[in-house]
T-cell receptor, first 112, second 113 residues
Framework: DGGITQSPKYLFRKEGQNVTLSCEQNLNHDAMYWYRQDPGQGLRLIYYSQIVNDFQKGDIAEGYSVSREKKESFPLTVTSAQKNPTAFYLC???????????FGEGSRLTVL | GESVGLHLPTLSVQEGDNSIINCAYSNSASDYFIWYKQESGKGPQFIIDIRSNMDKRQGQRVTVLLNKTVKHLSLQIAATQPGDSAVYFCAERDTGTASKLTFGTGTRLQVTL
């Protein structure tokens, strides 16, 4: 079945460590996105990519980095510079920037 | 900046009743709107969308109404079922500028038996 796969589903990290969240899609979508979700808040855009080898900062990019070496993959690294990294992270993809977003099941990161 | 306005209220509805979830948006240039459903611990799922050249669109048990005059969007769920319990988000976009989707904070729907 076509879809978006995020891993790991749960991740614990010590302060000062970088962690990388995986996102893979087999929908042949050009655009991919990373959102952060905190309790009681809407989804906030971290980074997005329209095509391979290109990506743009979203609204809250500080402390995060991404790469887009392959069309189907858009990993997110949460660096030690992110001051409040504990959150639910959602990856999404769409056919183009104006298309419907399809979401993965999310990755919950907890910093100990 | 422009924003889609939704606090996170909770709507409690009895099974079998109709539900109405509301959303106010502030970007008058927005011309595409989506409703998403998010169950606990999962990613959002697309429910229904509507473009600004329409004021109503129906799906299976769901209807979205758009009032551009007052910048208001609503999601109606007919014969609400326990499986409808979730957080519902509206999102808006100005497709003319290929802008990104802006999400509201969501409304929690609780279906009581």
């Amino acid at each position: 079945d076509g879809g978006i796969t995020q891993s790991p589903k749960y991740l614990f990290r010590k302060e000062g460590q970088n962690v990388t969240l995986s996102c893979e899609q087999n929908l042949n979508h050009d655009a991919m996105y990373w959102y952060r979700q905190d309790p009681g808040q809407g989804l906030r855009l971290i980074y997005y990519s329209q095509i391979v080898n290109d990506f743009q900062k979203g609204d809250i990019a500080e402390g995060y980095s991404v790469s887009r070496e392959k069309k189907e993959s858009f990993p997110l690294t949460v660096t030690s510079a992110q001051k409040n990294p504990t959150a639910f992270y959602l990856c999404a993809s769409s056919r183009g920037l104006t298309g419907e977003l399809f979401f993965g099941e999310g990755s919950r990161l907890t910093v100990l | 900046g422009e924003s889609v306005g939704l606090h996170l209220p909770t709507l409690s509805v009895q099974e079998g009743d109709n539900s109405i979830i509301n959303c106010a948006y502030s970007n008058s240039a927005s011309d595409y709107f989506i409703w998403y459903k998010q169950e606990s611990g999962k990613g959002p799922q697309f429910i229904i969308d509507i473009r600004s050249n329409m004021d109503k669109r129906q799906g299976q048990r769901v209807t979205v109404l758009l009032n551009k005059t007052v910048k208001h969007l609503s999601l109606q769920i007919a014969a609400t079922q326990p499986g409808d319990s979730a957080v519902y988000f509206c999102a808006e976009r100005d497709t003319g500028t290929a802008s990104k989707l802006t999400f509201g904070t969501g409304t929690r729907l609780q279906v009581t038996l």
